[in-house]
C-alpha cells in the first residue's frame, strides 16, 4: 500500500525555492511517502533538482486541489482560510498548516517559516537546506530587471547603468519583460542576441542560472537561484526587506536595501527600491566576484 503526502505550494518560483527545505525534511521524515507537490505545472523542470518531490498536480494559487484523501497534507502555501479549507476537502488523513497547528507570525523569513511549522509538528528542517548545485561561474552576468509587481522593478535606466559597467552580460525575463530588457540593453549599448527575454524556459533559465558568473536583479525568482547554485548574487530589495525575502549571510551573496516597507503588489517603484544607487549596486557586483 503506498502512503501519500500531498504538499500544496501553489506560487511562483522564488516561493517554491524558499520551501526546499521543508520539502526536503517531509521526505527525511517520509521516506516511505509518495510526496506529491500542487504547484503551477510551469514549474515542473525544477522539482527533480529538489530530489523530495515524486509527483506534482497543477495548482494555482490556494487551491482547489485534485487529490483526494492523502494521508498526511501540508500547507505550505499560506496562513490560510482558503489553502486549508482546499486541503480539507481532499479528505487527508492529517493536516499540517499555520491556522491548526502554531499561529502565523508576520516578519519571519520565508526559508524559515515553513521549516518552523514542520518543527512544530515534530519534523526536523534545516533551513540552509537550499543548494540545488554549485555554479562552474563559467557562464555570463546575468541582469534580470523585470519582477511580478511594479513595487520590486528597480527603473531599466540603472540596471543599464550597471549593465554597461560589467563585461560578458544577458538580460532575461519572461515574455511580458521582454520590452524592459530590450530597454536595458539598448541603453547599456548591448546588441539584440544578449536580450534574452522571452526566448528562455524555465528549464533554459535554471541551466543559464547554474553556469552563472552573477546575477544581478530584484527580489524575485531569479534572486532564489542564485542562492540554490550558490552564485555570487547582487539583489536590490523594496518593499519587501531582506530579513523576510533574501538570500542566506556568507554567501557571496549583497542583498540591497534603504530601510523602506512598503505594499509589494504597488503600482510604481517603491520609494526604498528608488534610494538604491547605481554606484552601490556595480561596487557590490565587483565586491562579490573579486
Known amino acids: 500500500m503506498v502512503l501519500e503526502l500531498l504538499a500544496l505550494r501553489g506560487l511562483g518560483l522564488g516561493d517554491l525555492l524558499t520551501a526546499v527545505p521543508a520539502l526536503r525534511a517531509l521526505r527525511q521524515s517520509f521516506p516511505r511517502h509518495r510526496i506529491t507537490l500542487a504547484a503551477p505545472r510551469s514549474l515542473a523542470a525544477l522539482l527533480p533538482l529538489t530530489g523530495a518531490v515524486d509527483d506534482q498536480v497543477d495548482v494555482r494559487g490556494p487551491g482547489p486541489v485534485p487529490f483526494e484523501r492523502a494521508d498526511i497534507a501540508v500547507n505550505l502555501h499560506g496562513s490560510g482560510p482558503q489553502s486549508i479549507e482546499a486541503l480539507r476537502a481532499g479528505d ?61 522593478r528597480w527603473p531599466p535606466e540603472r540596471f543599464a547603468e550597471v549593465a554597461a559597467a560589467l563585461d560578458d552580460v544577458v538580460v532575461t525575463g519572461n515574455a511580458e519583460e521582454v520590452p524592459i530588457a530590450r530597454r536595458v540593453a539598448e541603453l547599456a549599448g548591448l546588441p539584440e542576441e544578449r536580450v534574452l527575454a522571452g526566448r528562455t524556459c524555465l528549464a533554459d533559465l535554471i541551466d543559464l542560472v547554474s553556469r552563472a558568473r552573477l546575477v544581478v536583479c530584484g527580489d524575485t525568482g531569479v534572486a532564489h537561484l542564485a542562492t540554490a547554485f550558490c552564485v555570487p548574487s547582487v539583489v536590490l530589495f523594496g518593499p519587501v526587506p531582506p530579513s523576510e525575502w533574501g538570500p542566506p549571510p556568507g554567501w557571496r551573496h549583497v542583498a540591497l536595501w534603504a530601510g523602506h516597507k512598503g505594499d509589494p503588489h504597488g503600482r510604481r517603484p517603491d520609494p526604498g527600491l528608488l534610494k538604491i544607487e547605481v554606484s552601490e549596486v556595480v561596487d557590490a557586483a565587483l565586491e562579490v566576484t573579486s
Open 92 to 152: 487527508p488523513g492529517r493536516l499540517i498548516s499555520f491556522g491548526v497547528g502554531p499561529p502565523w507570525q508576520d516578519g519571519v523569513h520565508e526559508v524559515r517559516r515553513w521549516c518552523g511549522l514542520l518543527e512544530w509538528h515534530g519534523i526536523p528542517a534545516d533551513p540552509a537546506d537550499l543548494t540545488l548545485g554549485i555554479s562552474d561561474r563559467t557562464g555570463p552576468v546575468i541582469v534580470h530587471p523585470g519582477a511580478a509587481y511594479p513595487a520590486r
